[in-house]
């Protein structure tokens, strides 16, 4: 039977009939109407729909990456799963408040013998061993319906739980979806920046080791000390040092992408080896309204809903202390010969039992007061849930902008320590200066070209931060996003 039409019938079959406990409401609370100026400076804006916020990278890679994450990630899927469990538990509720019907054969006999005689009555006792006796045949074909009337509705509360429970199953699937599109992206940033160092620290290699070998030369021309030999040596291995531990990194970015888009590791090599840029975005963003962020952000949404299923528990634990009525009914056939199916005869039974709790030991007030304490505590969570999105998306957009303003402070020193090894190394060469400069302007180098790598692949780990902070990437699985309304 479809669940659409339970539901339905439910509806029209309870109609009318009181609810105890509290109805919810979601709750108010207080939203900034503009973010802090630290967190606005120096930041332009962007569209308002970052459901697919990772193409503005601009990287085909990343993008099939999060394709591949989005359609066979394991974490999605179960909580894909969730959602499906979570649907059952409501049909489960529904159909509590509906007749329930089975489908029953009985067949009995019963032998009566007699024992004794007193004046004109016959005394017997049922199942006794004597002389005489009676045969008493029973044959029962039909259905059997019982029916709990939700009369003050712990029935109904209990929808509104399931209701809600589907809900923070949505947003958990989708708080997955938003940590996922995330954590693909992150990994990819590690992946390039590891493969960027390497790139840095080759080319700085290839130079020292000219380095090295001009030294040589010179130290046979007997135009330098072996010293300045020794120097150029320990630097071109220093900067080898440095190569295996990139490798590392960007191999351990590689197993992590693999396990997010559930495939393994060597099934990437040919996508994520060959070398690639940075991924930088253009565009500079800001949070649109503080109070979109109430819609967007799956945590806040989901611990909305928790707060509504412990709502609705309260209302059903309020009914666990008022009277419950059950209608029973049987319809069928009856038959006194249990060997003659030909004269089956018309049966029907009803009755009703009302129950009402008298004397439990304060179970149920140690209920109501422990889902009373439930339903406060969803309360506190769901404001400590907004408070705490409100401070990430603060914290993202501040760390965005400033390491912007670090990168650019980055690149200039770069221009400069390539500048500097230029002229440190002309001045060794016309022995206007001693080796050390050459040392000191090469490792400076290489340090401020490492950092500006760093800064730039955390500019754009910090736009990462942003759209996830504003909850980006939320609705991106269609068929994820359509299930709550399903």
């Known amino acids: 039977m479809n669940p659409r039409w339970i539901a339905a019938l439910a509806a029209v079959l309870l109609s009318g009939c009181p609810m105890v406990g509290p109805d919810y409401e979601r709750p108010a609370v207080e939203i900034p109407h503009h973010w802090s100026k630290a967190a606005s400076a120096e930041v332009g804006r962007v569209s308002k729909d970052n459901a697919t916020w990772w193409r503005t990278f601009n990287d085909p890679v990343l993008n099939a990456l999060v394709a591949q994450a989005i359609g066979f990630n394991p974490d999605v899927k179960q909580a894909k799963e969730r959602i499906v469990q979570a649907r059952s538990q409501r049909v489960i509720a529904v159909a509590a408040g509906l007749p329930l019907i089975d489908a029953r054969g009985y067949a009995n006999r019963r032998q009566n013998n007699f024992t004794g005689q007193s004046g004109n009555s016959v005394v017997g006792t049922a ?92 130290n046979r021309a007997g135009l330098t000390s072996e010293l300045d030999v020794t120097q150029a040596r320990s630097q071109v291995a220093t900067t080898e040092a440095q190569i295996p531990k990139f490798e590392a990194r960007m191999n351990v970015a590689i197993h992590a992408l693999a396990v997010l888009v559930g495939r393994n590791p060597s099934d990437l090599n040919r996508m994520l080896l060959p070398a690639g840029a940075i991924p930088v975005s253009p565009l500079r963003v800001i949070a649109d309204l503080p109070s979109d962020l109430m819609r967007r952000r799956p945590d806040i949404q989901r611990a909305e809903r928790h707060l509504a299923a412990a709502t609705a528990e309260v209302g059903r634990a309020t009914a666990e202390l008022y009277p419950k009525l059950n209608l029973a009914t049987f319809l069928g056939f009856q038959n ?140 991106v699985d269609r068929q994820l996003t359509g299930s709550a309304s399903d």
């Open 127 to 218: 199942g006794g061993f004597g002389l005489g006796g009676q045969h008493i045949d029973i044959f029962q074909l039909g259905f059997d319906s019982r029916w709990e009337l939700d009369v003050f509705g712990h029935i109904r509360r209990g929808i509104e739980a399931a209701d809600a429970r589907i809900g923070v199953e949505v947003e958990n699937a989708r708080d997955v979806l938003v940590t996922l599109l995330g954590e693909v992206a992150r990994n990819y940033l590690d992946l390039r920046l590891a493969q960027r160092q390497i790139a840095i620290a080759r080319d700085n290699l290839a130079t020292q080791a000219d380095t090295h070998q001009l030294t040589r030369q010179r």
């Open 336 to 475: 006194n010969d249990v060997t003659d199916f030909t004269l089956l005869g018309k049966s029907w039974s009803i009755g009703s039992t009302l129950t009402a709790p008298v004397f439990y030991w304060g179970a149920n007030i140690a209920n109501l007061e422990a889902k009373e304490a439930g339903s406060r505590e969803a309360l506190w969570a769901y404001r400590s849930t907004v408070l705490n999105a409100f401070r990430e998306v603060e914290d993202a957009l501040v760390q965005y902008a400033m390491e912007q303003q670090r990168l650019e402070a980055l690149q200039q020193a770069v221009e400069a320590d390539e500048l500097a090894v230029r002229l440190a190394e002309e001045r060794y060469l016309r022995g206007l200066a001693d080796f050390l400069n050459v040392l000191v302007a090469q490792r400076a180098l290489l340090t401020s070209q490492a950092q500006a790598a760093e800064s730039a692949a955390l500019v754009s780990a910090n736009l990462i931060a942003v759209y996830k902070a504003l909850g980006g990437g939320w609705q």
